[in-house]
């Protein structure tokens, strides 16, 4: 009797645990098919042009929420400093430009959203990656993550290849300064080492070469405060992205 009792109040447990997660998201571009967590949407686009991707973002609770949606771009076609794919996002009547990386959005209960992902492509067509996070501002652990993939399924890593091997960034986290390694078959100058926060900003950015074989490059990351920070490395036309924690 006690065993039943107990599995009973786990299913119960685990219902409410599902019943809990209030926000819906599903693929307009897909029949409206509902977006599961760490979905991979593939899409195609034309040199010059702007692709549209929308999805609905639905209040499934019954207490009003606040909607965040965050936006990183992982990997941006890149032909030129001058010239690359821009991507954009507007949340109902609302469009943010490429500087805008978070918004968020209030429903009501049953209430939706449109979520408008649209990437202006550069002079040529290229792999660009976009990621989304949408999360209930109230409870971050009431989360939906999605990810945009332009022209290609290719992964991050396979896509930059400049670089023979990009190390995780270490230690991570980090109290104090980190480092990342990179290891390339021949020199190269002026390659950029961007640190953005977790709301898009630049934090800080700088310029070094690198020579052929294993580089360790130095971050500057001993006066960031607490969060979590991506570090974009950029040369020509490929780059590479890598996560850090800084903790203190």
Do not use: W
């Amino acid at each position: 009797m006690k065993k039943i009792y107990f599995l009973s109040f786990a299913l119960f447990s685990l219902y409410a645990a599902v019943k809990a997660q209030g926000i819906e998201i599903k693929d307009q571009y897909n029949s409206n098919v509902v977006v599961t967590n760490n979905t991979i949407v593939n899409r195609t686009t034309t040199a010059g042009t702007q692709t549209a991707h929308n999805f609905e973002i639905k209040n499934i609770s019954n207490s009003t929420q606040t909607v965040v949606v965050k936006k990183f771009n992982d990997v941006i076609n890149t032909v030129s400093s001058s010239d690359m794919a821009s991507s954009t996002f507007c949340t109902g009547t609302t469009c943010y430009p490429p500087s805008t990386f978070s918004a968020t959005v209030v429903l009501a209960p049953n209430a939706t959203s449109i979520l408008a992902a649209d990437l202006d492509e550069a002079s040529v067509v290229g792999v660009s990656q976009i990621s989304y996070k949408v999360y209930n501002a109230s409870n971050t652990t009431d989360e939906l993550n999605f990810t945009i993939k332009y022209n290609g399924t290719v992964s991050v890593k396979n896509i930059a290849s400049v670089f023979a091997s990009v190390s995780e960034v270490y230690p991570n986290p980090s109290s104090s300064k980190s480092f990342i390694s990179v290891s390339v078959n021949k020199n190269y100058s002026g390659v950029d080492v961007i640190v953005i926060n977790s709301l898009g900003s630049v934090i800080s950015t700088k310029l070094t070469d690198l020579e052929a074989g294993k580089n360790v490059i130095s971050l500057d990351s001993e006066n960031l405060p607490t969060g979590l920070y991506f570090i974009t490395i950029n040369q020509g036309n490929q780059r590479i992205t890598k996560k850090l924690t800084i903790s203190k």
